[in-house]
């Protein structure tokens, strides 16, 4: 990240500072007399927002202070308009009269405007419309002839989504009340983690430095690439081969020391990570661990088709990121040993069982470094209380990519390479690779089991021919899944998620023999509906039901028709 102020008002300091005794100095050698003004600066205090709102004042409590996304350092501002507020913050900043001050800042979201009011001349703005990334806003105006004090201001529009503003600078004469210090030579990085890697690559993230224009990433002590946020990808390196990384950051003062070390290992290439005792092609089923009018069921009633079995629901603590498991009553157990030894029979028996995190009602948020290490400790701790294989991720109310990646590589790393990690999307959340879950999964493929993404509750979505396909058809579930086997999944990661019966779910619902046909189409490239991919998949992974129980109400036809026609694909 570019840290605007801080860096370009050093450099403009030192150059204005050199122009004006170069200035002198041909005046003195002409024979003429004249005076050298001082160096422009910055006037506006608190220019980065590191220090919360000081020096700012924001209409109707709408401004806040946050740690992502930034332009430059630690912070940044994010104003939300509500109502009849605009979400307009301001400050007061000291200038001289008769002088041109340039107004700029870095601004990103909604609607957003930046404008200087009691200019003592002719007011100005500027604004720009929504934007995805950061876009800087810059005007300029000139004080009246008393004018001492002119107030800076951003805002966003009426109606319109919140707005993000950083580094902001009114760039002139000194009015008498200074600017923000100059920057000091940023801390050692701290949070260096290993993110995805390939076979040829490595993906590093890290936490933010107050006060860092940019990184340095080096490589077994020698710089490899420089960043200007907080993740870097080093390419170019030797499949199955660890690296050690460091970072630093940097800004006009210098470079700080190097960070903590940390060793990442490229893959051998391939597909993602099978699990004990996951076959090639493999059935996932839905646990309840509650009565919602479906069959209860102990693990043990659990049908033998089902490959994978997930314990249906993680609960969140007052601690963010960090799970519990409580079973339920409703579900017949007479004790939790019991229902222990259900999952170690299981387990005997050649299936993986799991916990999944998530839901329709989950409220599990892991999006600061803190709460990614409450979730890894809290899911490895429970599957060391209750035997589970794996957890399945299924946040059904968005999800972090980059601390969501930094949770399960440290759980991986506690719990080793057999680890099962099964994700189940929404089919909106898997559109696009740029959508957090695809980032997500495509950042931990070299663990992951499989994607079983929901192709129901949903709707009309686009298909990887970019044609619209309305679920509960073939086409639906072949489309969408070729966007994801295109879009960098292994075959082997990817399964169809289905109902198990009508009652299963509130729309999607498809008979076992169109998911059969489904698996067909990918894997053989035969009975395709209108949608043919244009080429075949055979290491598909297979399918997944929500859920077992819905499936024994029915009798198990899900799980009787789906389950041998997984198991036979070749």
Known sequence: ME????GRRRIRTWIGGTVAVLAAGALSLTGLTGTAQAADVNVAKNAGFESGLTNWTCSA???ATVGSPVHGGAAALRATPGGQDNAKCAQAVAVQPNSTYTLSAWVQGG????GAEGTGTTDVSAWTPDSSGWKQLTTTFRTGASTRSVTVYTHGWYGQSAYYADD????GPDGGGGGDPEPQVPGAPSGLAVGSVTSSSVTLNWSAVSGATGYNVYRAGTKVQSASGTSSTVTGLAANTAYDFQVTATNAAGESAKSATVTGRTSQGGG???GPG???HAVTGYWQNFNNGATVQKLRDVQAQYDIIAVSFADATTTPGQITFNLDPAVGYASVADFKADIAAKKAAGKSVIISVGGEKGSISVNSDASATAFANSAYAL????GFNGVDIDLENGLNSTYMTKALRQLSAKAGAGMVLTMAPQTIDMQSTAGEYFKTALNVKDILTVVNMQYYNSGSMLGCDGKVYSQGSVDFLTALACIQLEGGLDPSQVGIGVPASTRGAG????APSIVNNALDCLTKGTNCGSFKPSKTYPGLRGAMTWSTNWDATAGNAWSNAVGPHVHSLS
């Open 3 to 6: 840290r605007a102020p801080g």
């Open 61 to 63: 409590g709408s401004g």
């Open 111 to 114: 609607y957003a405007y930046l």
């Open 168 to 171: 902001v600078s009114v760039f």
């Open 272 to 274: 993602g990570n099978p």
């Open 278 to 280: 996951v076959p090639k």
């Open 383 to 386: 599957m060391q209380e209750y």
């Open 507 to 510: 729309s999607g619902y498809v």
